[in-house]
T-cell receptor, first 115, second 114 residues
Framework: AQTVTQSQPEMSVQEAETVTLSCTYD???????LFWYKQPPSRQMILVIR??????QNATENRFSVNFQKAAKSFSLKISDSQLGDTAMYFC????????????FGTGTLLAVQP | DSGVTQTPKHLITATGQRVTLRCSPR?????VYWYQQSLDQGLQFLIQ???????AKGNILERFSAQQFPDLHSELNLSSLELGDSALYFC?????????????FGSGTRLTVV
């Protein structure tokens, strides 16, 4: 079965520091897409960053970047210069190709940015 | 505003009742997806429609049904409601059937069954 695993239920970081959230996935497909979504207290799901599996270059979006290790099936999110507004639940998700048309989500990591 | 509109935002109803959740996708998006987010189950995929046709089905209960109309808006019908159906229900949309660019989510409908 195709799965997405986030092993850190909660994390905390000081404002202006850097934090890395971990995600691993399992698939036998060769082409797929990976995503990080942010869910702040407002409960809105916001796309933070995406990565195409066939691209070796790690995606970056301002203070957010990923470390994509295809062989290890690892997709971690690095948040630099953490801000109070980054406090949220972060979900790793994947579109793993094959017959499914759905995004599979991990269980989430609750990130608290401390002042 | 993400461009995906869900109504109502909050719904409180009694066990055994039926409710309808509505979703209007972002302009130009043909695919609509429904997800259920509960505390103990995380984000669970329910069903996907593309241009009016059902495309993929997840762990959707038989008491639940959905459809996508010619104007592309979608409705999720939940019947014979149970306490365990209390959750946040998200609708999301994407341009095509395949989701290489991810979804755009609505703000969700919080359903409370009492």
């Amino acid at each position: 079965a195709q799965t997405v695993t986030q092993s850190q239920p909660e994390m905390s970081v000081q404002e202006a520091e850097t934090v890395t959230l971990s995600c691993t996935y399992d698939t036998s497909e060769s082409n797929y897409y990976l995503f990080w979504y942010k869910q702040p207290p407002s409960r809105q799901m916001i796309l933070v960053i995406r990565q195409e599996a066939y691209k070796q270059q790690n995606a970056t979006e301002n203070r957010f970047s990923v470390n994509f290790q295809k062989a290890a099936k690892s997709f971690s999110l690095k948040i630099s210069d953490s801000q109070l507004g980054d406090t949220a639940m972060y979900f790793c998700a994947s579109f793993l190709g094959g017959a499914t048309n759905k995004l599979i989500f991990g269980t989430g990591t609750l990130l608290a940015v401390q002042p | 505003d993400s461009g995906v509109t869900q109504t109502p935002k909050h719904l409180i109803t009694a066990t055994g009742q039926r409710v309808t959740l509505r979703c209007s996708p972002r302009s130009g998006d043909l695919s609509v997806y429904w997800y259920q987010q509960s505390l103990d189950q995380g984000l669970q995929f329910l069903i996907q429609y593309y241009n009016g046709e059902e495309r993929a089905k997840g762990n959707i209960l038989e008491r639940f049904s959905a459809q996508q109309f010619p104007d592309l808006h979608s409705e999720l019908n939940l019947s014979s409601l149970e306490l365990g159906d209390s959750a946040l229900y998200f609708c999301a949309s994407s341009v095509g059937e395949l989701i290489g660019y991810g979804y755009t989510f609505g703000s969700g409908t919080r359903l409370t069954v009492v």
